[in-house]
C-alpha cells in the first residue's frame, strides 16, 4: 500500500523559505514520476513540478527560478525548496506518485501540508 506522508510546511513572511518533504512508503520514488501540486483556498488545485526518474524537472511559471524540486532515492523523500516566498504560494501543498515513468495517468497522493505566506 502506498503512503506518502507531507512534512515542512508553516508559516512564513514573503521573502522567505521553506523546504517541504514527501516521505514514501510501498513505493519506490526512484522508478516514478512524481509532483508537487498546491491548492490554494476556494481554488482547484495546480501543478507546481514534475519530477523525473532521470532527475530533470519541470516547473510551473510561477514559481521557476524560486523553487527548486529534489529526490532522495536513499531516503526514499521527494522535497521541495521554496524560497522568495510570496502570499500567492499559500496553499496546501500535495505530493503525487504516478503509477509510471510519466507524469500522467493514476497518482496516489498525500494529505497535503499547509503552506502560509504574509506579507
Known amino acids: 500500500q502506498v503512503q506518502l506522508v507531507e512534512s515542512g510546511g508553516g508559516s512564513v513572511q514573503a521573502g522567505g523559505s521553506l523546504r517541504l518533504s514527501c516521505a514514501a512508503s510501498?513505493?519506490?520514488?526512484?522508478?516514478?514520476?512524481m509532483a508537487w501540486f498546491r491548492q490554494a483556498p476556494g481554488k482547484e488545485r495546480i501543478w507546481v513540478a514534475n519530477i523525473w526518474t532521470d532527475g530533470s524537472i519541470d516547473y510551473a511559471d510561477t514559481v521557476k527560478g524560486r523553487f527548486t524540486g529534489s529526490r532522495d532515492n536513499i531516503k526514499n523523500t521527494l522535497y521541495l525548496q521554496m524560497n522568495s516566498l510570496k502570499p500567492e504560494d499559500t496553499g496546501m501543498y500535495y505530493c503525487?506518485?504516478?503509477?509510471?515513468?510519466?507524469?500522467?495517468?493514476?497518482?496516489?497522493w498525500g494529505q497535503g501540508t499547509q503552506v502560509t505566506v504574509s506579507l
Open positions: 503525487a506518485a504516478y503509477s509510471g515513468t510519466v507524469c500522467d495517468g493514476y497518482a496516489e
Open positions: 510501498g513505493y519506490t520514488i526512484g522508478r516514478y514520476c
